[in-house]
């Protein structure tokens, strides 16, 4: 059985470890989080009975919490729980502070979900095998962080905004790093200006005119080349499947960029603002184009698109007053330019 809603006003709650005949085995999505009352209606007395949670007890019949479980129970103090449970999910910890150990950290079976220390030299304690999302954003403090081996995957926005961070060793056992994990983590840069965890381009600092992606990224982080101002051409090798949110948006001297055969999105506001950008070609790999992934890109004035696009969010091609689209007869990117009256080519 799995608990998906608690609606009492303890202070100190016991979960059961059997209701009526049913093993209770998991925690739901949000389950004791005052967050989900502001999306279902609920009074502002048990948001506040949740932000007064302060202790609980997990039986061992649980092996399952679910995502944003304990999120925003900055009340809570006090937590049982068994020994292991194989799955925790997003962030069930985040902004728990009053769970923090002598030295700052949150850490709920091998997860670190928070940190509340500020220190220059960070040792992550070993046995931590996950670091959740926004657990050191913005600790300008930090200057070096150990991650212990072990770790396997770091969070969304994990480190973004250390500006000082400029020394961080990374386990071989680490195989994932989320979203901005590193953005804004300039210090991290090597000699050419690029920060690459993972085979994941985390940050590229340099002033080059031509940027030639390095053989070894296949994922270009979101907002990763933004806002380079001399950046004119880009070059990426057929390894390179995924490209973020925002990844080059900004950078007002692109004009050349060719993007590969095996990347399946364009995301939003990917290429933003580009406005030296006139022609690109989006490959057959590609099924969708986020919104305003081409906006304000004001010397756009040929895309070709093809018929594996079957999704093209809004405003994607925003002040693109001189643009003409390149698609097939009958494809999603001929109904879209009907619809925002861009004049359209059928190519075959």
């Known amino acids: 059985m799995m608990l998906t809603?608690?609606?009492?006003?303890r202070k100190a709650v016991k979960i059961p470890e059997r209701i009526g005949k049913c093993r209770v085995s998991a925690l739901g999505d949000q389950l004791f989080s005052p967050e989900r009352l502001k999306y279902i209606g609920q009074k502002r007395a048990q948001m506040k009975a949740l932000e007064s949670l302060q202790s609980v007890v997990i039986p061992d019949s649980v092996t399952e919490i679910g995502k944003f479980a304990f999120l925003d129970c900055s009340?809570?103090?006090?937590?049982?729980?068994?020994?292991?449970?194989?799955?925790?999910?997003?962030?069930?910890?985040?902004?728990?502070e009053n769970l923090k150990d002598t030295d700052g950290?949150?850490?709920?079976?091998?997860?670190?979900?928070?940190?509340?220390?500020?220190?220059?030299?960070?040792?992550?304690?070993?046995?931590v095998t996950r670091i959740e999302n926004e657990v050191f954003e913005n600790c300008t403090?930090?200057?070096s962080v150990r991650i212990p081996e072990g770790v396997t995957s770091i969070g969304d926005f994990a480190f973004c905004g250390c500006h000082n961070l400029e020394n961080i060793n990374i386990p071989d056992s680490l195989t994932k790093v989320g979203c901005c994990t590193?953005?804004?983590?300039?210090?991290?840069?090597?000699?050419?200006?690029?920060?690459?965890?993972?085979?994941?381009?985390?940050?590229?600092?340099?002033?080059?005119?031509?940027?030639i992606i390095p053989a070894r990224v296949t994922v270009i982080d979101a907002c990763s080349v933004g806002a380079c101002e001399n950046l004119k051409k880009v070059v990426m090798h057929d390894k390179v499947n995924q490209i973020g949110l925002k990844a080059f948006c900004k950078c007002p001297n692109l004009d050349e960029i060719s993007i590969p055969d095996g990347v399946t999105s364009i995301e939003g506001y990917t290429f933003w603002d580009c406005v030296n950008l006139k022609q690109i070609t989006i490959p057959d790999s590609v099924t969708s184009i986020g919104e305003w992934a081409f906006a304000n890109c004001t010397s756009l004035i040929s895309i070709t698109i093809p018929g594996s696009v079957a999704d093209i969010g809004r405003s994607a091609f925003l002040s693109c007053e001189n643009l003409t689209i390149h698609a097939p007869a009958g494809s999603c990117a001929e109904e879209y330019a009907k619809a925002y009256n861009i004049p359209f080519e059928a190519i075959n």
């Open 5 to 9: 809603m608690y609606k009492g006003k």
């Open 182 to 211: 590193f953005n804004l983590c300039a210090k991290l840069q090597d000699a050419d200006g690029f920060h690459i965890v993972c085979n994941t381009l985390c940050g590229y600092y340099g002033d080059a005119e031509e940027l």
């Open 105 to 127: 950290f949150v850490i709920v079976c091998g997860v670190l979900s928070g940190y509340y220390g500020d220190a220059e030299d960070l040792i992550i304690p070993d046995g």
């Open 75 to 96: 009340s809570l103090k006090n937590l049982t729980i068994p020994e292991s449970i194989p799955s925790i999910g997003e962030s069930a910890f985040n902004n728990c």
């Open 141 to 143: 403090s930090l200057r």
